[in-house]
């Protein structure tokens, strides 16, 4: 079993750049397909980005694409986001999610297909 602690929110201005951390403990961090999701005040908890614990697959959110990059070290059992041109409708809370599995390059964007959550950490955007 994995647990998962996020970190690096805060209040940026837009335009502005923020990485996003997630560090994992217990379980076998390269093999766990990682994601992150955001949930925005009031509305639903969406998909952000995903990436396969090979590292060599990734999805990524549309609005996001070319802004946000997800990476992993596998030796510190740490994900990453790296979030850049920041909009203030990227204000969210943002959480890491894993997903236990033996398929190498496998990337998912279904919340339900994640079985382990951190607490999340705020990300606010101010324009």
């Known amino acids: 079993q994995v647990q998962l602690v996020e970190s690096g929110g805060g209040l940026v201005q837009a335009g502005g750049s923020l990485r996003l951390s997630c560090a994992a403990s217990?379980?076998?961090?390269?093999?766990?397909?990682m994601g992150w999701f955001r949930q925005a005040e009031g509305k639903e908890r969406e998909f952000v980005a995903a990436i396969s614990w090979s590292g060599g697959s990734t999805l990524y959110l549309d609005s996001v694409k070319g802004r946000f990059t997800i990476s992993r070290d596998n030796a510190k059992k740490t994900v990453y986001l790296q979030m850049n041109s920041l909009k203030p409708e990227d204000t969210a809370v943002y959480y890491c999610a894993a997903r236990w599995t033996s398929v190498a390059t496998l990337v998912t964007s279904k919340s339900n297909d994640y079985g382990y959550w951190g607490q999340g950490t705020q990300v606010t955007v101010s324009s």
């Open positions: 217990g379980g076998t961090f390269n093999s766990y397909t």
